[in-house]
């Protein structure tokens, strides 16, 4: 779990720094999460953006390490008007049972889990059989270029003031070897410092 100064610091400092982000990618957003259905399991939610993404029906579970955004995702909640409910905890560790969640949700967190690996198995074991996993992620530029060099010179720096984001992760790559059935992404560029590569798509469990 994620508490102290810099934790307070980044909840209270979030909503100002995503909204430029969140303003970018809508498209990609609308896209992703205006079809999900069901039970729909949200990682690292935050102040709770995606909720005005979703459709109508749905019974959102928000997973938030750092318990200074669970007021924010209460508020979201009960402003959008859909059922659900906040957990503390993490991706490494989601507290739900096996195959119970049609749909996973990350945006722009996988970037910043400890063990990605790990949250990825967690993800696909909530999962019950034929749900997906969307997932919106800025990731490592290509090896060898400018932008990929910037990004592995900074990142110390980076995840130190971006609680634990890392710009040089190869999280498609991470993606398509967890074990999903099927992967569709799409990568794109967005007009951003040092994490302008993006991807974004759908894995299927089998």
Not at 6 to 18: E, N
Not at 70 to 86: I, N, Y
Not at 142 to 167: E, N, T, V, Y
Request: a positive charge; proline letters at 9%.
């Amino acid at each position: 779990m994620k508490r102290g100064l810099r934790a307070r610091l980044f909840a209270a400092l979030l909503p100002a720094l995503s909204r430029g982000h969140v303003g970018l990618s809508e498209p990609w957003r609308k896209k992703l999460l205006g079809s999900l259905a069901g039970k729909v399991l949200e990682v690292g939610p935050g102040t709770g953006v995606n909720l005005a993404y979703l459709p109508d029906g749905v019974y959102w579970i928000g997973l938030e390490p750092n318990p200074y955004f669970h007021p924010h995702l209460q508020r979201a909640l009960g402003l959008r008007g859909l059922p659900g409910e906040v957990l503390l905890g993490q991706a490494e560790a989601i507290p739900l049972p096996e195959g119970s969640v049609e749909a996973v949700v990350a945006t722009l967190v996988l970037c910043s889990v400890e063990d990605p690996r790990r949250a990825l198995a967690e993800i696909l074991r909530v999962l019950k059989p034929g749900g997906r996993f969307v997932f919106l992620e800025h990731v490592a530029a290509p090896r060898g270029s400018g932008p990929r060099w910037a990004q592995d010179l900074l990142c110390p720096l980076w995840a130190f003031l971006g609680d634990g984001c890392h710009p040089n992760r190869e999280t498609l790559a991470l993606i398509r070897e967890a074990g999903f059935a099927r992967v569709e992404a799409a990568s794109f560029a967005l007009p951003l410092p040092l994490v302008a590569p993006h991807v974004a798509g759908v894995a299927w469990k089998e």
